[in-house]
Each structure stands twice: as C-alpha cells, then as structure tokens.
C-alpha cells in the first residue's frame, strides 16, 4: 500500500511558477515511478509527468515539455513538479500517482486526493 498527499496547489497569473509536492509513503516504495496527473472539468484526467525511482529517468506530456520539470528526493520520499510558464489551460486539479510506467504514461496503481491549480489570465 502506498499513500499519497499532495501540497503547493493555488492560484497564480498566466506566465508565473507554481511548485507542487507529493509526499509519499508505505512499503515497497523503490518499486514504483511516482508522476504527476491532471483533470480540467469535463475533460478526462490525463498524464501529465513521471519520474522513475531507479535511474531518474523523466516522461512528459507534450503539452509541458519545456515549461514543468519533475523531480524526486528520494531520501524524503517527495516528488515536486516545477511549474513555469503557467498558462490557463494548465488550470486543473493535479493529482499525484504511483505506478509502473507503460507507453510514455504512467498506470495510477495509487493516488493522492489532489489539488487545485488556478492560473488566471
């Protein structure tokens, strides 16, 4: 079982930075890539970023490449997701996950409850 709680979520105007964190816990933790999700209202959650524990290798949706950046310590057990260039469209409740990476994404074994970017224009 893993647990997941996000942080950092807020409001923020087009073109700022936002940083979110994930805190993770449980047992087994170096078997998961820990990423990051996103849903809008009415749209389906869609991948966002990962980040595998071994080997730090990064995915990212071609909608952030170049603009978000996910990092991991693996020592306190916490994945950021750096956020700049903020665009309204970004504008989302950003989930936090655990799961094996598969085609670029991320499968949401476990998830953290969210939270809320805004990012006015």
């Known amino acids: 079982q893993v647990q997941l709680v996000e942080s950092g979520g807020g409001l923020v105007q087009a073109g700022g930075s936002l940083r979110l964190s994930c805190a993770a816990s449980g047992r087994s933790l170096s078997s998961y890539a820990l990423g990051w999700f996103r849903q809008a209202p009415g749209t389906e959650r869609e991948f966002v970023a990962a980040r595998t524990w071994w080997g730090a290798i990064t995915y990212y949706a071609d909608s952030v490449k170049g603009r978000f950046t996910v990092s991991r310590d693996n020592a306190k057990n916490t994945l950021y997701l750096q956020m700049n260039s903020l665009k309204p469209e970004d504008t989302a409740v950003y989930y936090c996950?655990?799961?094996?990476?598969?085609?670029?994404?991320?499968?949401?074994?476990?998830w953290g409850q969210g939270t809320q970017v805004t990012v006015s224009s």
């Open positions: 996950a655990a799961g094996v990476v598969y085609s670029g994404s991320l499968t949401g074994d476990y």
